[in-house]
C-alpha cells in the first residue's frame, strides 16, 4: 500500500507538522515572557 509514496506530500506535512511546532514553540515562549513581565 505505501509502496510509492509521493514526495511532494511527505514535504507538505512535514512543513505543516513544522510550523505546527514553531507556532506551539512561540505561543508557549511568549506565555512565559508575559508571565514574567506581567
Not at 4 to 30: C, F, H, N, R, W
Amino acid at each position: 500500500m505505501l509502496d510509492k509514496v509521493d514526495p511532494e506530500k511527505i514535504a507538505q506535512l512535514m512543513a505543516s507538522t513544522v510550523m505546527a511546532l514553531a507556532g506551539y514553540a512561540v505561543g508557549t515562549i511568549a506565555m512565559q515572557i508575559s508571565d514574567v513581565l506581567f
